[in-house]
């Protein structure tokens, strides 16, 4: 079992910028995938961001590529995205997940934080 524990989130104004983290418990983090996912009220759940279990590799979602920086340390247990240029549409429940793969589905992950609230105002 890997537990994810979210945090960070808050209002922020548009243009504004926020860092989340994830930390992690349980099994060796550096065997994980990290993925941030979120939802806004009445829309499914989407891909932000991912990186790989040495961070070499990172995946952004077209809507937040340049934007938005994942990263991760290992010795931290922690994931972080830095998201900046914040804007209304960016509001949302952010998640982190863990997983064997850095890919896109949620179906990778196998491990849910409990979400961390992110809103933007205009």
């Known amino acids: 079992q890997v537990q994810l524990v979210e945090s960070g989130g808050g209002l922020v104004q548009a243009g504004g910028s926020l860092r989340l983290s994830c930390a992690a418990s349980?099994?060796?983090?550096?065997?994980?995938?990290m993925g941030w996912f979120r939802q806004a009220p009445g829309k499914e759940r989407e891909f932000v961001a991912s990186?790989?279990?040495?961070?070499?590799?990172?995946y952004y979602a077209d809507s937040v590529k340049g934007r938005f920086t994942i990263s991760r340390d290992n010795a931290k247990n922690t994931v972080y995205l830095q998201m900046s240029s914040l804007k209304p549409e960016d509001t949302a429940v952010y998640y982190c997940?863990?997983?064997?793969?850095?890919?896109?589905?949620?179906?990778?992950?196998?491990?849910w934080g409990q979400g961390t609230q992110v809103t933007v105002s205009s």
């Open positions: 997940a863990a997983g064997h793969m850095a890919l896109m589905s949620s179906d990778a992950y196998s491990y």
């Open positions: 990186i790989s279990r040495s961070a070499g590799s990172t």
């Open positions: 349980g099994r060796t983090f550096s065997n994980y995938a």
